[in-house]
């Protein structure tokens, strides 16, 4: 993974792949094409450089791409606003120097006083899927994802190697996509850091899935959208989410999970906000009594 040339090649050869002549406007000819999708040619062509230098892009040279290069190809390539940013990592981060920045594994106590004030379930990942922070909602709708005895507590590691994943989450294969997509656009902005390295080598030698997954090189943004949970206790629930980045804190992600009034999620978060305080009472009765 650390190696940004092999990475831009195969993120651009993928993306060249899926996409037909007709698709791109070009006439189609008969007779048997070797290629899947556009040839280099061609795509040099729709972007206006010479096929010389897109075939230097394409081997990983995009350091020194100019930013309407670039904009021409992911037109050119019809990519989304998530692989268009991506492409725009892997440009910035292939003139770096290989840099050691690990992402954060704790908040600042004023952000966990936020946490707190919130009723939702709220929590704050890092780059890696660690959830760095929660409060008690949180805790109480992911019960099984902090259950996982592998520390620290990450949602994808739960997604691809804990066999409660696939009943946790309703919607799982749409949710483990997402996880390792979410994962490839962290691999552009910091493709040398070690704990990232790590935890996709781990992921990759522990299941196949994972392997399939990040070999087809998508990636993703998780902004907002509904998120359906089969929790243990309470039972199904729809819920609305929002993954908002936290400016004074670069690389953590605030998620709140909300349900519309009245609606049956809203009644299962009561019953959870009930749970989760009869829970925290039991550990805190547990632990005056081990005193």
Known sequence: MADVRSEIREFLSSRRAR????QAGLPAYGGNR???????????MLAGVSVDYYVRLE?????????????ALARTLQLDEAERIHLFDLARTSGEPKRRRSPAKAVRPAVQQVLDAIESPAWVRNGLHDIVASNRMGRALYSPVFDDPRRPVNTTRFAYLNPA???FWIDFD????????MLRMEAGLRPHDPDLIQLVGELSTQSELFRQRWASHDVVLHRSGIK????PVVGALELHYESMELPSEPGLVLNVYTAPADSPAADGLRLLSSWAATQEFERAEAAVNVD
């Open 19 to 22: 996409i037909t002549p007709e």
């Open 34 to 44: 070797r290629v899947a999708g556009l040839r280099r040619e061609e795509v040099a």
């Open 59 to 71: 081997r990983g040279n995009l350091g020194g791409a100019s930013e309407s290069v670039l904009d």
């Open 165 to 167: 994943a696939r009943e």
């Open 174 to 181: 749409r949710i483990a996509n997402d996880a390792a997509a």
């Open 228 to 231: 359906r949970i089969h929790h």
